[in-house]
């Protein structure tokens, strides 16, 4: 009866997925249906962390975050859990060996979120490290199915795509993050300072972290290549918005790219991929 808890652990996963990201729910679709379940669990797991640092204000964070990276650890060691969240997780950890150590560098970045609220150039880079980078490495454990030669050869390019996403994520959620949660990642940022000369020099930043990545993406398996692909079109089409949005709109509202869009966007990876047109 384990394979049918096991079978409802990943669908809860699966619900995580579709309910919080409709973007990240199409590139995971176009990935091969060996990675489609694996790869939930792992956004379950990173959404509900998450969701504590930056959603559950009434509580004590501190003390659910610590509880939580318990029960992760717990899980993994024991094999199951009766989270279903964690229990998808663990199972995807030991079935592709995914290195403990990415789970922890994940898990510190979600406890800088309950004290940081500006940064400077060092605990920027470690905190995309955790928050994002480690994440890409861990889908890449799954994407190389054991082969640990492909998986250190394509290592810093997955790493250099996770940083584009996650300062993508930082731009678009600017207000949200200033405002609202009262954090600043970008090094040395001031609301006041922020202009078209700030907004320049950070984009082209990220624009070097999407080069590498899309050079990663080149040499992917093919089983991963067109589902991560996708996840690179609809981010580099979300950064062009807000390159060419001014800065005062990119602090006071959400840059969004619309569901139609989207699917535009999955029609068109879709066919590049299926005629080796991804350049």
């Known amino acids: 009866m384990k394979n049918l808890y096991n079978d409802v652990s990943y669908k809860?996963?699966?619900?995580?997925?579709?309910?919080?990201?409709?973007?990240?729910?199409?590139?995971?679709?176009?990935?091969h249906r060996d990675f489609i379940l694996p790869v939930h669990a792992i956004y379950g797991f990173v959404r509900f962390a998450d969701e504590i640092v930056d959603t559950f204000h009434s509580n004590n964070k501190r003390e659910l975050l610590t509880r939580f990276k318990k029960d992760t650890h717990d899980a993994i060691t024991?094999?199951?859990?009766?989270?279903?969240?964690?229990?998808?997780?663990?199972?995807?950890?030991?079935?592709?060996?995914?290195?403990?150590?990415?789970?922890?560098?994940?898990?510190k970045s979600?406890?800088?979120?309950?004290?940081?609220?500006?940064?400077?150039q060092a605990g920027y880079e470690e905190y995309i490290l955790g928050s994002?980078?480690?994440?890409?490495?861990?889908?890449?454990?799954?994407?190389?199915?054991?082969?640990?030669?492909?998986?250190?050869?394509?290592?810093?390019?997955?790493?250099?795509?996770?940083?584009?996403?996650?300062?993508?994520?930082?731009?678009?959620?600017?207000?949200?993050?200033?405002?609202?949660?009262?954090?600043?990642?970008?090094?040395g940022f001031e609301l006041e300072n922020f202009n078209t000369d700030t907004k320049k020099e950070i984009e082209a930043d990220i624009q070097k972290d999407f080069d590498a990545g899309l050079r990663g993406i080149?040499?992917?398996?093919?089983?991963?290549?067109?589902?991560?692909?996708?996840?690179?079109?609809?981010?580099?089409?979300?950064?062009?918005k807000i390159k060419n949005t001014c800065p005062e709109k990119v602090m006071h509202s959400r840059i969004r790219i619309s569901n139609s869009k989207k699917y535009m966007l999955f029609i068109g990876s879709y066919f590049k991929h299926q005629f080796n047109l991804i350049k």
Do not use: W
Request: positive net charge; glycine residues 4%.
């Open 12 to 31: 809860c996963s699966k619900l995580v997925t579709k309910s919080y990201s409709t973007s990240f729910s199409l590139g995971v679709s176009l990935l």
């Open 78 to 107: 024991d094999g199951i859990s009766l989270n279903p969240i964690l229990h998808s997780f663990q199972d995807t950890v030991n079935k592709y060996k995914i290195d403990i150590e990415l789970i922890n560098t994940f898990l």
């Open 110 to 120: 979600m406890e800088m979120d309950l004290e940081k609220n500006n940064y400077n």
């Open 132 to 187: 994002a980078e480690v994440v890409g490495l861990m889908c890449l454990k799954i994407f190389v199915e054991g082969d640990e030669k492909m998986y250190l050869e394509l290592k810093p390019d997955a790493m250099k795509l996770g940083a584009a996403f996650q300062k993508i994520n930082f731009l678009r959620d600017l207000k949200a993050d200033v405002h609202t949660l009262g954090r600043a990642y970008f090094p």
């Open 218 to 240: 080149k040499h992917l398996p093919k089983k991963a290549k067109l589902g991560v692909y996708l996840a690179y079109i609809y981010y580099i089409s979300l950064f062009r």
